[in-house]
Antibody
Framework: QVQLQESGPGLVEPSGTLSLTCTVS?????????WTWVRQPPGKGLEWMGE???????NYNPSLKSRVSILLDKSNNQFSLKLTSVTAADTAVYYC??????????WGQGTLVTVSS | DIQMTQSPSSLSASVGDRVIITCRAS??????LGWYQQKPGKAPKRLIY???SLQSGVPSRFSGSGSGTEFTLTISSLQPEDFATYYC?????????FGGGTKVEI
């Protein structure tokens, strides 16, 4: 069973870059699945941010415009999220997950990132 | 973008009640839809995939149905541990979108 664990700073300054890492265990980052980030602002619903396949094909939510990128680190079995030019609206719990043809069976526990000076 | 409209946004129910949650898609999503349960402070947990398939380990009181643009999640007999927020999610085209959520309360 795949296990996912998010890590990274819990506080980011406005206009800075949010960077998170998801460590994958019980499965290979090179497997045929889409490595995904989802976020949830406090008290609100879930937002799909984007995904990356091991073939280096990526898809992103247009609502995030060009601010978001996802990278794979095959040597460490990890994938990462970078979100630039952050504002208070980017304060959220960030989840890593992975998509199969049937959807998302595995999720990390989530990590809260607060954007504040 | 495909909009996913969930209803109701919240409901009050009692243990033993039958609960039905609906998700309507603005365009057809075939059966590329899942239902997820989320409890406070926890990650979403998949209950149903491909509209009607029960995730392994999930109690059989949960069921899903529908295809195209209208889907339902049914809890046949609500249990105390089922009080949570439920989301639908389509994965048929980009961007993937969640429904707004249904909070099931006592």
């Amino acid at each position: 069973q795949v296990q996912l664990q998010e890590s990274g700073p819990g506080l980011v300054e406005p206009s800075g870059t949010l960077s998170l890492t998801c460590t994958v265990s019980g499965g290979s980052i090179s497997s045929n699945t889409w490595w995904t980030w989802v976020r949830q602002p406090p008290g609100k619903g879930l937002e799909w941010m984007g995904e990356m396949h091991q073939s280096e094909t990526s898809n992103y939510n247009p609502s995030l415009k060009s601010r978001v990128s996802i990278l794979l680190d095959k040597s460490n079995n990890q994938f990462s999220l970078k979100l630039t030019s952050v504002t208070a609206a980017d304060t959220a719990v960030y989840y890593c997950t992975n998509r199969y043809s049937s959807g998302y069976p595995y999720w990390g526990q989530g990590t809260l990132v607060t954007v504040s000076s | 973008d495909i909009q996913m409209t969930q209803s109701p946004s919240s409901l009050s129910a009692s243990v033993g009640d039958r609960v039905i949650i609906t998700c309507r898609a603005s365009q057809g999503v075939t059966n590329d839809l899942g239902w997820y349960q989320q409890k406070p402070g926890k990650a979403p947990k998949r209950l149903i995939y491909l509209a009607s398939s029960l995730q392994s380990g999930v109690p059989s009181r949960f069921s899903g149905s529908g295809s195209g643009t209208e889907f339902t999640l049914t809890i046949s007999s609500l249990q105390p541990e089922d009080f949570a927020t439920y989301y639908c999610l389509h994965h048929t085209s980009y961007p993937l979108t969640f429904g707004g959520g249904t909070k099931v309360e006592i």
